[in-house]
């Protein structure tokens, strides 16, 4: 299986007006920028919405790791709306009532609190990223 | 006593996380809703317009909206107007750099000086089209101005919670859907309005400033109301 095809997509809500919304996409660009960089893509949700055909394909063709914001869930859902497969659905609400020393604010610009839950966040993507190429390669070798 | 959604603009930037023109987009729309145009803009997450309810794709009939792009497909304009209404105004941000001489953001993440500029430029441009559209007439029924469109429209608070309140109403075995109707009830009870057959007619005419409602007819409608609000009017009363 090539590099390409052994990829995840990480989709990000693109919630605007929350602190989650943007700790859901500092947490995507930490995955698909610093950490899993090779691994991962990034798909920005608005191209969904719209039905682009490249950014359709890509969560076809690979399994993908939503992370929202709010309980609406529009990343998980758009993804299964454009006939992809969700790995995991992460909602960053769940991540911060695992750790509620990371208290998020501010919208434009994160705190330290923010920045901290976004790494939190980043993590569980990364872990799914692992665990998911893993089985590709499991089912590829066997 | 609750107050029907005020005469605001929308905002929708398509928020492309991908391009540093969606991070413009986004910061420059956040710039105008709370630093610029606090009291008179509203925004909504693009992706709500599907994976919401009918109060979310309601915004844009309800609102006179303005799409903030970052690029030339144009993704909040185009499917801003597929999904709620058409834009009464839309700026894309390749071409404000282009027509201003500046450099192309870069830093999807962290924008860069450029990016920084492109956002103080975005959210000038836009705070001015928030003045312009609030000084036109917007028919919420038609979700379109009164009269001809103004100029911008060619050249084209928390923000999440714009999403307009519907209530499905069954008008003569049709279930007709009606946005505001849970405010308009609200209002009208906390003006002391108890159901009968006089406010049964302003019930109409308030609903029909929101809604262009086919199904039935207005006498089909106003009885539907009636039997609605007495019902609401009830349920509030064995609340209490």
Request: aromatic content about 4%; charged content about 25%; hydrophobic content about 45%.
């Amino acid at each position: 299986m090539s590099e390409e095809e052994r990829k995840v997509m990480v989709v990000p809500c693109s919630g605007i007006g929350k602190t989650y919304g943007t700790v859901s996409r500092e947490a995507a660009y930490e995955v698909v920028e610093d950490t899993r960089s090779g691994t991962t893509d990034l798909v920005a949700l608005s191209l969904l919405v719209l039905g682009d055909e490249d950014a359709r394909a890509a969560v076809r063709a690979h399994p993908a790791v939503t992370i929202d914001g709010c309980k609406l869930g529009c990343a998980a859902k758009m993804v299964q709306e454009c006939g992809g497969r969700v790995a995991r659905g992460i909602a960053v609400l769940d991540v911060y009532r695992r750790n509620r020393e990371l208290k998020p604010q501010g919208i434009a610009e994160l705190n330290e609190g923010g920045i901290l839950l976004a790494h939190a966040v980043a993590e569980e993507i990364a872990a799914v990223v692992d665990d998911v190429l893993a089985g590709v390669e499991g089912q590829t070798h066997a | 006593m609750p107050e029907l959604p005020g005469r605001k603009v929308g905002i929708v930037a398509c928020s492309g996380e991908e391009l540093a023109e969606g991070t413009v987009t986004r910061l420059a729309a956040l710039k105008v809703l709370e630093q610029l145009r606090p009291g008179e803009t509203v925004t909504i997450c693009l992706p709500l317009f599907l994976a919401g309810g009918e109060g979310d794709r309601a915004f844009a009939r309800f609102y006179p909206t303005i799409a903030v792009d970052g690029c030339d497909k144009r993704c909040a304009a185009r499917a801003t107007e597929q999904f709620s209404g058409k834009p009464a105004a839309s700026v894309v941000v390749t071409d404000l750099l282009a027509e201003h001489g500046l450099y192309r953001p870069l830093g999807a993440r962290r924008l860069d000086a450029a990016g920084r500029q492109a956002v103080e430029v975005t959210a000038d441009r836009v705070a001015g089209l928030v003045d312009e559209l609030l000084g036109e007439r917007w028919d919420r029924r038609r979700g379109s101005f009164v009269g001809a469109a103004p100029q911008a429209a060619a050249q084209g608070g928390c923000a999440c919670a714009s999403a307009i309140p519907v209530q499905t109403v069954d008008v003569d075995g049709r279930a007709v859907a009606i946005a505001a109707l849970p405010l308009i009830f609200e209002q009208f009870r906390g003006a002391g309005k108890a159901p009968s057959a006089e406010v049964a007619k302003e019930l109409l005419e308030t609903v029909l400033i929101y809604n262009d409602v086919a199904a039935g007819t207005d006498d089909e409608l106003a009885a539907a109301l009636a039997r609605e609000y007495a019902a609401f009017c009830g349920q509030e009363l064995a609340r209490t």
